[in-house]
């Protein structure tokens, strides 16, 4: 029964789609040959239905029973249509290829389907699959739509192909929405070979999608739940409806071009140089030819379509997040939902993916696999690629892929060479054929080693160490002959402890689980250690108690000769590569605190939403300034009225040591530096601190912790539990649950 | 139809987005007042030398003479006549001075009763008498206008009579603890 729901749910999604684009370009009075419409079809009905179910979902409406009455009504206008349809005007199919050349081609691709079909069908374990493409989507499925999310800051990704993914999970769950994602894989390359045929290459088109289709790392990802592979799907349809409107002048294919556009954005916000492409080559085109209508009209028609697909992904976010570009941009569209020095801190690390540098990729994204994926030894002879650009199709395809690839050195991964691999497969294709005398020979063998090289049980013998490829296949538990229950039970650490967080905590209550992200298989809000602000914070809260560092008080008092001011800052008179956070500050008079009022205001230079952390009279929470320190940085306070004051006391975590702070107040109608006197004294951890932290986790509505035991600071928790002031309710798989008493 | 308005269209919704950018930008001066103030409960802030604990809540306190040192581990130590300590106080308000010294019987025997006086920056703030054996207490608000700053706070601590010895300086009193101690805010 579960393989049929997937079955279903993979098949109404693909022909759901292809009703949608098929009605899009009736509408647009396209005719594409029968083997362009496989996949143009497809994917021009893709980001259709995917606007569709954003509606719903904005909207609340995500039932089962309307997808698929939806859906179903999509697919009877587009049958009844398409009896309709005048056959005369379609375009002469192209002459079949030989014999030879199909059987090079249907062979490899028909093997792997089945290898790809079958590891699709199994349970979905991806890590990121279930982290949030999957693991989000069934949390909006139990919501009906879509619901703030403020402590993953993935929900501020697009999710374009996540709502293809939302009608799977409605439909036949988790495997389902990996089946979805292998429907782009399966039909990517009938694109590839359609676009070849156009451009005269169709040889060519064969090699470069063989190329692309058998490369491992695209094999690993189009068979799970994740969206590179489809992101190149809509990129490489765009590129097509794209030469349509240049080479035959058909101004409409700028409809479909520009929805691709601006989907490939609500895809993969990598992908968004899409639309960049895709805009400068209508400017160009469109002035090149001095077209009486000028550049303006397909420029708008390509920009305002794409604007439809990519906007509302915006808007979404701006509401939700307060930036329309969340979780990137954070220090531009400052927000409570994301630091931008964690921000900065992914790039960083998504720069440098196992410490690769620039020069080592091309070995590491081929053979080595210290990217996380290779795309197989016979992509070595992509510089031979180059040889392309003697001929119309190889610039063209050049032209397309260096947009495309650009994005890649923001995170180096292997699989994010995925959306611009097929213009380079290509391009590798038609410099393979066109080396004299040997080039089809050459073409040939390259593509029948590539399979062979890339099967996985052959892997081994060629790639170094472990690879992010596919290594679990079994067609029992595809046919689910092996229940998925306990194979997921048995060979996949995070099913357990998931199960865990469903019998003990309650809903609504937060979990502090830095070592286990996934969210597909239980229903409770967990929180890492640098996934959202609420995160990050609750990540340096615990390790209040466990690093001397951070528990430890630095107290800092600083004197000044009396002034009267109503406002007064403290301003960072140091650059450092840390944050400022600052736990409590006090100003006095002599020996006299001036009590906080509610008159007073605060605010802060940078993340001012979290300001009143500093004055809430609790020393295990803190402002921080959410950004690097630089000099100038500052928190303010203002007291309503003029108040003498010649003291400032602040606690801070021992670390900010070493970030100098000066006092500045507001005199005169500007601010005047104080001439201060510091005096600073260190306070150790304090007995009561884990208890403290436990409290302050609470406040931040954490009641529970689930950990591995391999954790840093676990140990703690479970030789100090007393001290803490925990429970621990449950312990599965080297995971322990802790409840905060 | 559709390609002739969806220019305008796609002009608002850009707008649109062009403000609720500028609307973000703008929420970055926004003010806050202060929260709801959270009961932590109070704990002391001790800027003492106590020979039974493993570290000082300020570590810079220290002896500067007259306090032989801890060779031996017990938990004690002998005073010379004049011992001189130092504390870096970061405030002058709201201090308690705290010591705890023990007077050792065989010392009183020979030396007789045995006045201890301390001085703060210059100034006797309190003498204790010790007639018999045994550990006193001596506890005592300071006033903020003995303890300068940002200078450190010396203490002074006179011991007469002390029983003198062959070899080494005499003996006076055990010092077990000394220093000053506040409550926080």
Known sequence: MTVLRILFATFFVYWMCRAAGYLLLRVLSFTLRRSERYFFEFLAGVPLVSSLVFLLASTHLVYTRLLVTVGAAIMICAVVLSRRAPEHNRPAEYPPLSLTWRIVFWLPYLVFAGLYIVTAMGPEISPDGTGYHVGLIARYYEHRGFYSVATNQFAGLGEGIEMLFLIAFALGRHSATATVHLLFLLTLPFGMMAWSRRAGVPKAGIIGALLFYLAPVVGKDGTIAYIDVATAAVVFAMFFFLELWRNEQLERALVPAGILAGFAYACKITASTAIIYAFLCVAVVSIRRREKIGVLRPVALLVGFASLMAVPWMLKDAIQFGNPFFPLFNHWFPNPYQYPMVEMEMRRLMMSVSGVTFSQIPYQATIGGKLFGVLGPVFVLAPLALLSLRTKAGRVLALAFVPIFLPYFTNIGARFLIPSLPFLALALGIGLLSIPRIGMALAVTAVLAHAGLSWPENMNAWSPGFQWRIDQTSWRLALRLTSEKDFLEKFWPDYKPGLLLDQFVAPGERVFSPGMGQMAYHHREILGTWDSAAARRAFITYLMAIEEHLGATWNRELRFPTVTTDRIRLVSDTKMDTDLRISEVRFALDSTEIPRRPAWRLTASANPFEVQYAFDNSSVSWWTSGAPVEKGTWLQTSFGTPSSVNRVLIAQSEDQRWIALQPEAWVDGKWTSLRSRETDVREPPRATLRMEVRDELKRLNIHWILMPDTFYGADDLRANAPYWGITQMGEVNGFRLWRLN | ?185
């Open chain 2, 1 to 185: 139809m559709l390609t002739r308005s969806f220019p305008q269209i796609a002009c608002r919704a850009r707008l649109c987005l062009a403000g609720l950018c500028l609307s973000t930008i703008a929420c970055r001066d926004v003010e806050y007042p202060v929260p709801a103030q959270l009961s932590t409960p109070k704990y002391r802030i001790d800027a003492v030398l106590d020979r039974d604990r493993a570290h000082s809540s300020f570590p810079e306190s220290s002896v500067i003479s007259g306090v032989q040192p801890d060779t031996q581990h017990y938990g004690w130590s002998w005073t010379n006549p004049r011992a001189i300590l130092q504390f870096p106080l970061n405030q002058a308000e709201g201090w308690d001075f705290t010591a705890r010294i023990t007077g050792i019987g065989d010392v009183l025997a020979k030396s007789g009763p045995q006045t201890v006086t301390f001085s703060i920056n210059g100034q006797t703030v309190k003498t204790a008498r010790l007639d018999r054996a045994g550990t006193v207490e001596i506890e005592f608000p300071v006033s903020a206008g003995l303890l300068t700053q940002p200078a450190k706070t010396d203490v002074v601590m006179a011991t007469q009579p002390c029983l003198a010895q062959a070899s080494g300086p005499p003996l006076c009193v055990v010092l077990q603890r000394i220093g000053f101690t506040r409550e926080s805010f």
